[in-house]
C-alpha cells in the first residue's frame, strides 16, 4: 500500500476526505446550486428538446477542430450581451478555465499578483514552470498597490475573485481603480458571484457598475447559479483571440457538451426574466442568517468559525441526523476549519431559519 502512511496522518489529524453519495432526504444547504435552478425540471426540459432537434447530440472535437457549434456561439453571444464584454469562449469547468487564464495570459517578463485567497485551480496555475506570482495579503488593495507600483515587469496582471468561495466576502472595489492606474490585467473569477449580486444578479462588474475595460476579464462557472456545468471567459475580442491561440485547455480539450451549453443558456434567461424576485428571495435568505446567526453576508456563502477539525465534522454530523446537508470545511482549504452554509433559494426560507437556529446551538 503506497500511501497508507499518507492516508493515515490525514485520519488522525482530522483531514481525511471521503466520498458520500448525495441522500436526496436531506435539505441541501451545502451545495453551490445557489439559484436552485438544477430542481427546474422546466429548464431540463426545454434544453432536451431542443437538442433533440439538432443533427447531432454530443460535440464530438475540440472548438478549434469542428466542435464549436452554433449553440456554444449563441450561448456566448448572450453571455456578452448581459454582461457588456466583447467577446467570450466557453469550455469544461471552472478548474480548466483558471488553468487557461493564468497559463496562457502569465509570459516570460510578465508577473501575476494573485489574492492570496484565490481558488487552488489558480493556485495550481500559478505554480506552473516559469510562472513569476507573487500573492498579496487578502482583499488588501494598499499592498496590491504597493506590489504594482514597483514592478518592473512587462505585463502584471491581477487575480480575484468575485465572492470568495470560503469566506463568501465581495472583493474590494477599489481592485478595479488599481489596475487602471498601472495598466494591469485583471481577471475575477465570478464562480460565486455570477448569478449572486448585481442589479441584473450578472456579478461582481455589474454589483459596483463597472464600466467594461479591454484589460477586464471575467471568467464565471455554469455548475453554480446556473445549475448546469461547465464555464465561460469574457474579455475583449483580442484577448479571446489569443486565449484561443494559446490556451491549453481550450485548444486540446473536447468543447462543453452541447446539452450543458442549452441548459446554462435557458437558466441566463431565466434569471434574467425574473432578476427581481430572485433577488427579493436572496435578500430574504441574507436577512434570516443575519437574525439569527448574527453574520452578514453579501452572496450566499455563510462561513461559520469553528477552528477545530474534529468539531467539524461532529457538527456536520449531528445537523445530518437532523436532516440538513451543509459543508465541513478543513485545512488545507481553509487556514482553521469552519462550517460553509449555503443560503441556497433550493430550499425554503422556513427550513434555513431552522437550520440556523439549530446551528446557533451548538457551534
Same mark, same amino acid.
Given at each position: 500500500?503506497?500511501?497508507?502512511?499518507?492516508?493515515?496522518?490525514?485520519?488522525?489529524?482530522?483531514?481525511?476526505?471521503?466520498?458520500?453519495?448525495?441522500?436526496?432526504?436531506?435539505?441541501?444547504?451545502?451545495?453551490?446550486?445557489?439559484?436552485?435552478?438544477?430542481?427546474?425540471?422546466?429548464?431540463?426540459?426545454?434544453?432536451?428538446?431542443?437538442?433533440?432537434?439538432?443533427?447531432?447530440?454530443?460535440?464530438?472535437?475540440?472548438?478549434?477542430?469542428?466542435?464549436?457549434?452554433?449553440?456554444?456561439?449563441?450561448?456566448?453571444?448572450?453571455?456578452?450581451?448581459?454582461?457588456?464584454?466583447?467577446?467570450?469562449?466557453?469550455?469544461?469547468?471552472?478548474?480548466?478555465?483558471?488553468?487557461?487564464?493564468?497559463?496562457?495570459? =502569465?509570459?516570460?517578463? %510578465?508577473? *501575476?499578483?494573485?489574492?492570496?485567497?484565490? $481558488?487552488? !485551480? /489558480? #493556485?495550481?496555475?500559478?505554480? +506552473?514552470?516559469?510562472?513569476?506570482?507573487?500573492?498579496?495579503?487578502?482583499?488588501?488593495?494598499?499592498?496590491?498597490?504597493?506590489?504594482?507600483?514597483?514592478?518592473?515587469?512587462?505585463?502584471?496582471?491581477?487575480?480575484?475573485?468575485?465572492?470568495?468561495?470560503?469566506?463568501?466576502?465581495?472583493?474590494?472595489?477599489?481592485?478595479?481603480?488599481? =489596475?487602471?492606474?498601472? %495598466?494591469? *490585467?485583471?481577471?475575477?473569477?465570478?464562480? $460565486?458571484? !455570477? /448569478? #449572486?449580486?448585481?442589479?441584473? +444578479?450578472?456579478?461582481?462588474?455589474?454589483?459596483?457598475?463597472?464600466?467594461?475595460?479591454?484589460?477586464?476579464?471575467?471568467?464565471?462557472?455554469?455548475?453554480?447559479?446556473?445549475?448546469?456545468?461547465?464555464?465561460?471567459?469574457?474579455?475583449?475580442?483580442?484577448?479571446?483571440?489569443?486565449?484561443?491561440?494559446?490556451?491549453?485547455?481550450?485548444?486540446?480539450?473536447?468543447?462543453?457538451? *452541447?446539452?450543458?451549453?442549452?441548459?446554462? $443558456?435557458? !437558466?441566463?434567461?431565466?434569471?434574467?426574466?425574473?432578476?427581481?424576485?430572485?433577488?427579493?428571495?436572496?435578500?430574504?435568505?441574507?436577512?434570516?442568517?443575519?437574525?439569527?446567526?448574527?453574520?452578514?453576508?453579501?452572496?450566499?456563502?455563510?462561513?461559520?468559525?469553528?477552528?477545530?477539525?474534529?468539531?467539524?465534522?461532529?457538527?456536520?454530523?449531528?445537523?445530518?441526523?437532523?436532516?440538513?446537508?451543509?459543508?465541513?470545511?478543513?485545512?488545507?482549504?481553509?487556514?482553521?476549519?469552519?462550517?460553509?452554509?449555503?443560503?441556497?433559494?433550493?430550499?425554503?426560507?422556513?427550513?434555513?431559519?431552522?437550520?440556523?437556529?439549530?446551528?446557533?446551538?451548538?457551534?
Amino acid at each position: 500500500m503506497q500511501y497508507e502512511n499518507e492516508l493515515k496522518a490525514l485520519k488522525r489529524v482530522g483531514r481525511y476526505r471521503s466520498r458520500e453519495v448525495a441522500r436526496e432526504e436531506l435539505k441541501d444547504f451545502a451545495s453551490n446550486d445557489y439559484l436552485g435552478l438544477a430542481h427546474k425540471k422546466e429548464l431540463h426540459t426545454a434544453a432536451s428538446q431542443e437538442l433533440s432537434h439538432e443533427r447531432v447530440h454530443a460535440t464530438k472535437a475540440s472548438m478549434l477542430v469542428n466542435g464549436y457549434h452554433q449553440i456554444h456561439k449563441d450561448f456566448e453571444d448572450a453571455l456578452c450581451k448581459a454582461n457588456g464584454f466583447e467577446a467570450g469562449v466557453v469550455l469544461g469547468s471552472g478548474f480548466n478555465a483558471n488553468i487557461a487564464l493564468i497559463e496562457a495570459l =502569465v509570459r516570460k517578463g %510578465d508577473r *501575476l499578483f494573485m489574492d492570496e485567497l484565490y $481558488h487552488a !485551480s /489558480g #493556485v495550481l496555475a500559478s505554480q +506552473l514552470k516559469g510562472i513569476d506570482v507573487v500573492y498579496f495579503k487578502h482583499n488588501d488593495m494598499c499592498a496590491l498597490e504597493e506590489l504594482l507600483q514597483n514592478s518592473n515587469a512587462k505585463r502584471n496582471i491581477v487575480a480575484v475573485e468575485g465572492i470568495y468561495s470560503m469566506d463568501g466576502d465581495l472583493c474590494s472595489q477599489d481592485v478595479f481603480r488599481v =489596475v487602471d492606474r498601472y %495598466d494591469a *490585467l485583471l481577471i475575477v473569477d465570478e464562480a $460565486h458571484s !455570477s /448569478g #449572486v449580486v448585481g442589479e441584473s +444578479l450578472m456579478g461582481v462588474f455589474d454589483y459596483y457598475n463597472i464600466e467594461i475595460k479591454k484589460n477586464y476579464i471575467k471568467m464565471g462557472t455554469l455548475g453554480k447559479a446556473y445549475g448546469s456545468f461547465g464555464a465561460f471567459i469574457l474579455a475583449s475580442e483580442h484577448l479571446i483571440d489569443y486565449l484561443l491561440n494559446r490556451a491549453k485547455p481550450i485548444i486540446y480539450a473536447t468543447s462543453l457538451s *452541447l446539452y450543458d451549453t442549452l441548459l446554462a $443558456h435557458y !437558466s441566463l434567461r431565466y434569471i434574467l426574466k425574473n432578476k427581481k424576485s430572485l433577488k427579493e428571495e436572496i435578500a430574504k435568505r441574507q436577512a434570516i442568517v443575519k437574525e439569527i446567526l448574527g453574520i452578514e453576508i453579501e452572496g450566499l456563502i455563510v462561513s461559520v468559525p469553528i477552528g477545530d477539525n474534529k468539531r467539524v465534522i461532529e457538527i456536520k454530523e449531528q445537523l445530518e441526523s437532523e436532516g440538513y446537508a451543509l459543508g465541513a470545511i478543513r485545512q488545507p482549504t481553509v487556514a482553521s476549519a469552519i462550517i460553509r452554509l449555503i443560503a441556497r433559494l433550493g430550499e425554503s426560507g422556513e427550513d434555513l431559519r431552522a437550520l440556523c437556529r439549530s446551528l446557533d446551538k451548538i457551534r
